[in-house]
């Protein structure tokens, strides 16, 4: 099956193209197209191999969620031309990505395995085991790099140096929580517990507005609900749907994105497993079966898609 690995379009109208991680984003003036490729990225690198149809799990459960919460806040999706494709308003973005927990997993796990009690200036109380449910969700942002990693901060850290005006930020925080409780209301649907997720915002003309994509595996972790007490009870690890297990494969063979570190070898069988893992999630997730794109040459069928409604939109 082929795989989108570089987006190397070029369509009328088009004003820039900027090459992110995962997506590729096509400028059109107050409007943008962004492509969800088949690329994976784990601590911030982008790994040597493609995933089969990853790129349309994504964009396809990020329209459907955005679509979800639309009367939560405002969003950037106008249109999805095709499934790895979506359009919609161009948005100032804010240089923080609202990162939120509701419970002790991955990245908060591993700093308070390591003695850490404070994320992001959020204190954390004793006495937690790995994937507990915390008192409350917590919201632990960082800093939205365009190369190299992002990093940890605080809402005092953003509000003192500028990055976010204080009343913006605690709309922000609103906005966040509420998105984060349809969350766990729609996964508690499926039998699922979102377990933390982030979220990405910018302005258009003053107003707040949801960008990129939701509740995919790419930016949240989702443990299986039917099986959660148990196994924390019994001290075994919890059965999740997320990219953990990407990460979690790359540790055990040597490599978290550190210099002089050698990202291990991606089989053919490694990026099916991946694939299917994908899959899975999309219809655990929306409780819909995955029907794969015709993938026979997926760059042209973008391209004859997106064509098609840029014509028809002009």
Not at 147 to 158: N, Q
Request: hydrophobic share 35%; charged share 30%.
């Amino acid at each position: 099956m082929n795989v989108l690995k570089d987006s190397n379009f070029s369509f009328k109208g088009q004003e820039g193209h900027y090459k992110g991680k995962v997506r590729d984003v096509f400028d059109f003036g107050e409007e943008v197209l962004m492509i969800a490729s088949d690329r994976i990225s784990a601590f911030d690198v982008i790994l040597p191999e493609a995933i089969p149809c990853k790129g349309q799990v994504l964009n396809q459960i990020a329209a459907k969620f955005l679509k979800a919460t639309e009367d939560i806040v405002p969003n950037w999706l106008l249109e999805v031309p095709d499934p790895n494709a979506s359009y919609g308003i161009k948005c100032e973005t804010f240089p923080v990505e609202m990162v939120v927990r509701g419970y002790l997993a991955g990245h908060a796990w591993r700093t308070y395995r390591d003695g850490g009690r404070e994320l992001c200036g959020v204190s954390l109380p004793e006495g937690l085991k790995e994937n507990d449910k915390l008192p409350q969700p917590i919201i632990t942002p960082t800093t939205k790099a365009k190369e190299g990693h992002d990093e940890d901060i605080s809402k005092e850290e953003i509000i003192a140096q500028g990055l976010v005006q204080k009343e913006k930020y605690q709309e922000l925080e609103r906005i966040t929580l509420a998105l984060f409780e349809r969350g766990t209301e729609i996964a508690a649907s499926q039998g699922l517990i979102l377990v933390d997720t982030k979220y990405e915002f910018g302005e258009n003309k003053g107003v707040i507005t949801l960008i990129d994509e939701i509740h995919t595996p790419d930016s949240s972790r989702y443990f299986y609900a039917d099986v959660y007490e148990a196994n924390q009870k019994a001290g075994n690890p919890q059965k999740q749907l997320s990219k953990e297990f990407v990460r979690e494969w790359l540790i055990e063979n040597g490599f978290q994105g550190k210099d002089g570190q050698s990202v291990p070898e991606m089989t053919e069988a490694k990026c099916t497993e991946i694939s299917n893992r994908y899959i899975e999630l999309f219809e655990k997730v929306t409780g819909e079966t995955f029907v794969p794109a015709n993938n026979t040459d997926i760059y042209s069928r973008i391209k004859e898609n997106v064509d098609r409604f840029l014509e028809r939109k002009s």
